[in-house]
């Protein structure tokens, strides 16, 4: 791969040792992967923050790049908590001690400590082509198909190191020729809500792999929709980007002959809900909304649907969203029904990564197929799947 001479200097450790090492990740990368060069990237948002994933090794990583800063606007992927009010949610004071200490380590590299896997809702929203290096696999799936923008799936490290250096490796999806379709799928079945979205998705990902999807028949697919596709896509596989005809920026390049065809019908609608997933109960211990983070209109929606009730002793319902939208939440007063009902909107977390068995959290629903997917995986908890309401509904007094 072609380095400036600047680079080089960078590599070779004339500019400090976390620039080194930040250079020392991106030609390693751009190397697997035959890149030409490097080319500047205009923002980054970090996966590897939660002390979950991150753990005590993590921790000292991050705090031994000190002393360097990052060089573009750069924010966090969620965390285990909500870094205000991890008291309310029932964290740990340890988990919490080492939760910030992350936060900080990031602080001191200035990157923004806004703990989100929803950006575009956060004003970090890239324009049609533009260089990015996100990681977060919903929000990398948001940003390739819905905004036009160009990143690949990065790894927090890498995410961090082009955050550092302000450019990434030049290969995979910032490369015209890998944005082409390399399937097609023809959506039948009639897509009701947004987890009907989050569900097709998933079975999509499912077949995908890390091919890139073209969508038929989902004409009406407004943001939220978008938001929840990106999210079932990029959990089931590897998928970075997709297209929806009539509906996303490079639709009309996109397609190429040949490509292999399939067909979501009711049938393959009902198989998502049914057999991937468990349907949701009458009752659980926790309700989890906001995966990715819930958008103003979601939290509002929850809001409508709790007004006037109470949620079931024993039970709880927690909404997650990033700090920008639970501020407007507050404004709009959709905080307030929710917290009379006797559930809680949390910044900053991810119920994935929150500790919920050392909660004593045993049943959780939720509305997204990211979510069940991975707090099974990761929360090693009984997880149920079904729309929004059924989702609230479980935790609901009679
Ligand atoms: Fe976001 Fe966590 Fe879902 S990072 S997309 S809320 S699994």
Same mark, same amino acid.
Not at 21 to 40: F, H, N, Q, S, T
Not at 292 to 311: M, T
Not at 327 to 343: Q, S, T, W
């Given at each position: 791969?072609?380095?400036?001479?600047?680079?080089?200097r960078?590599?070779?450790?004339?500019?400090?040792?976390a +620039? /080194?090492?930040? @250079?020392?990740?991106?030609?390693?990368?751009?190397?697997i992967?035959e890149?030409?060069?490097?080319?500047?990237?205009s923002?980054?948002?970090?996966?590897g923050?939660?002390?979950?994933?991150?753990?005590?090794?993590?921790?000292?990583? *991050?705090?031994?790049?000190?002393?360097?800063?990052?060089?573009?606007p750069?924010?966090?992927?969620?965390?285990?908590?909500?870094?205000?009010n991890? &008291?309310? @949610?029932g964290?740990?004071?340890?988990?919490?001690?080492? /939760?910030? +200490?992350?936060?900080?380590?990031?602080?001191?590299?200035?990157?923004?400590?806004?703990?989100?896997?929803?950006?575009? *809702?956060?004003?970090?929203?890239?324009?049609?082509g533009e260089?990015?290096? =996100?990681?977060?696999?919903?929000?990398?799936?948001?940003?390739?198909?819905?905004?036009?923008?160009?990143?690949?799936?990065?790894?927090?490290?890498?995410?961090?190191?082009?955050?550092?250096?302000?450019?990434?490796?030049?290969?995979?999806?910032?490369?015209?020729?890998?944005?082409?379709?390399?399937?097609?799928i023809?959506?039948?079945?009639?897509l009701?809500?947004?987890?009907?979205?989050?569900?097709?998705g998933?079975?999509?990902?499912?077949?995908?792999?890390s091919?890139?999807?073209?969508?038929?028949?989902?004409?009406g697919?407004?943001?939220?929709? *978008?938001?929840?596709?990106?999210?079932?896509?990029?959990?089931?596989?590897?998928?970075?980007?997709y297209?929806? #005809? %009539?509906?996303?920026?490079?639709?009309?390049?996109?397609?190429?002959?040949?490509?292999?065809?399939?067909?979501?019908g #009711?049938?393959?609608?009902?198989?998502?809900?049914?057999?991937?997933?468990?349907?949701?109960? %009458?009752?659980v211990?926790?309700?989890?909304?906001?995966?990715?983070?819930?958008?103003?209109?979601e939290?509002?929606?929850?809001?409508?649907?709790?007004?006037?009730? &109470?949620?079931?002793?024993?039970?709880?319902? =927690?909404?997650?969203?990033?700090?920008?939208?639970? #501020? @407007?939440?507050?404004?709009?007063?959709?905080l307030?029904?929710?917290?009379?009902?006797?559930?809680?909107?949390?910044a %900053?977390?991810?119920?994935?990564?929150?500790?919920?068995?050392?909660?004593?959290?045993?049943?959780?629903?939720?509305?997204?197929?990211?979510?069940?997917?991975?707090?099974?995986?990761?929360?090693?908890?009984?997880?149920?799947?079904?729309?929004?309401? /059924?989702?609230?509904?479980?935790?609901?007094?009679?």
């Amino acid at each position: 791969m072609y380095l400036t001479s600047r680079e080089e200097r960078i590599l070779k450790g004339e500019e400090g040792y976390a +620039r /080194q090492k930040a @250079m020392e990740i991106l030609v390693a990368l751009g190397e697997i992967y035959e890149a030409d060069r490097l080319i500047p990237v205009s923002s980054a948002q970090i996966a590897g923050v939660s002390y979950t994933s991150l753990g005590d090794d993590g921790i000292e990583w *991050l705090e031994s790049l000190e002393g360097t800063h990052v060089t573009i606007p750069a924010m966090l992927n969620p965390a285990g908590m909500d870094l205000e009010n991890w &008291r309310r @949610m029932g964290i740990d004071p340890e988990y919490a001690r080492k /939760q910030l +200490r992350i936060i900080e380590a990031y602080k001191r590299l200035g990157v923004r400590p806004l703990c989100s896997c929803t950006p575009y *809702l956060l004003g970090m929203v890239p324009m049609f082509g533009e260089h990015v290096a =996100w990681s977060e696999s919903s929000a990398v799936c948001y940003a390739n198909s819905v905004l036009g923008a160009r990143t690949n799936r990065e790894g927090g490290p890498s995410a961090l190191a082009s955050a550092i250096i302000g450019k990434t490796p030049n290969y995979g999806y910032h490369l015209d020729e890998n944005r082409k379709a390399g399937l097609v799928i023809e959506v039948e079945a009639k897509l009701r809500t947004i987890s009907d979205y989050s569900a097709l998705g998933y079975w999509a990902g499912k077949l995908a792999g890390s091919n890139v999807p073209y969508f038929r028949g989902l004409k009406g697919a407004d943001n939220a929709c *978008l938001k929840a596709l990106s999210a079932g896509l990029g959990a089931a596989g590897g998928v970075a980007l997709y297209h929806v #005809e %009539d509906v996303t920026p490079e639709h009309k390049t996109a397609l190429v002959e040949d490509v292999e065809r399939h067909r979501f019908g #009711e049938a393959e609608l009902k198989e998502v809900y049914l057999d991937y997933f468990k349907p949701i109960p %009458d009752h659980v211990d926790l309700a989890a909304v906001g995966c990715p983070h819930a958008s103003l209109d979601e939290v509002k929606e929850v809001a409508e649907f709790v007004n006037g009730r &109470r949620i079931r002793e024993g039970s709880r319902l =927690w909404v997650f969203t990033s700090i920008a939208v639970k #501020e @407007m939440a507050k404004r709009c007063g959709y905080l307030d029904i929710i917290r009379a009902a006797g559930g809680e909107v949390y910044a %900053d977390g991810c119920m994935a990564l929150a500790p919920l068995r050392d909660m004593g959290i045993k049943s959780v629903a939720v509305n997204s197929s990211k979510a069940a997917f991975y707090t099974h995986l990761l929360a090693r908890v009984d997880v149920y799947f079904g729309n929004l309401r /059924q989702c609230v509904e479980s935790v609901m007094e009679e």
